[in-house]
């Protein structure tokens, strides 16, 4: 065998491997939306897939492993496309604006991954109430954004740490009011957390901010 074809099996197999994971990854995201995480079973997962029983353990050891994988998987796509909307910020409203739009958009488009924080409200793993891990890890970034924007000038300097538990706390609660609705409006929640917040913030002296 040459090794132009040694490098060509290696590609295909590692293609495979790929594509073996994200099907489990995907089956995953519907069961444990469904079921929730403590009914959810091995089998239940790989069922959803066209899969050997077996092949599950070759990339995962237990469903709490693919739990995991699959929450830094949302939390890491969630929290880049926050940061990214942030850093487009000209001014205090932007930095608001985007970051509410970002993220009820983020939801509705996927609405998923929203009944999958539902059905794992009592885990931590999920961003479902401001003390899970992926939702203070979105509150750190988001608080480090402000800094920045806060250093450079971008924004005015404002209590980092209520702002952004602020904010995290009006996410968290106008996203479930949305999600309830039928249509989904995601712009029409973004702008009313927008002024919402910015309007009870304007409101404060400026010893207060």
Do not use: C, W
């Not at 995962?60 to 796509?77: C, H, R």
């Amino acid at each position: 065998m040459s090794l132009q074809q040694q490098a060509a099996g290696r590609t295909r197999r590692e293609t495979n491997r790929e594509n073996n994971r994200d099907a489990i990854l995907e089956a995953a995201r519907v069961v444990f939306a469904e079921l929730g995480h403590g009914a959810t079973t091995v089998r239940d997962i790989i069922r959803r897939t066209d899969l050997a029983s077996g092949t599950f353990y070759n990339y995962f050891e237990s469903k709490e492993a693919v739990y995991q994988a699959l929450t830094d998987e949302i939390g890491n796509e969630l929290r880049a496309k926050l940061s990214a909307a942030r850093a487009k910020a000209k001014n205090f409203e932007e930095f608001v604006e985007n970051s509410f739009f970002t993220y009820f958009r983020y939801y509705a488009e996927k609405p998923q991954i929203y009944n999958l924080v539902r059905a794992n409200r009592t885990l931590d793993a999920f961003p479902s109430s401001l003390s899970g891990q992926q939702a203070q890890n979105g509150l750190k970034e988001m608080r480090r954004d402000m800094e920045k924007a806060m250093a450079d000038g971008v924004i005015p300097q404002v209590d980092a740490g209520y702002v952004t538990v602020s904010m995290g706390g009006v996410a968290f609660s106008v996203r479930d009011e949305m999600m309830a609705r039928n249509p989904l409006d995601p712009d029409g929640a973004a702008r009313f957390a927008t002024r919402l917040f910015l309007s009870g913030l304007s409101g404060m002296g400026d010893d207060e901010k």
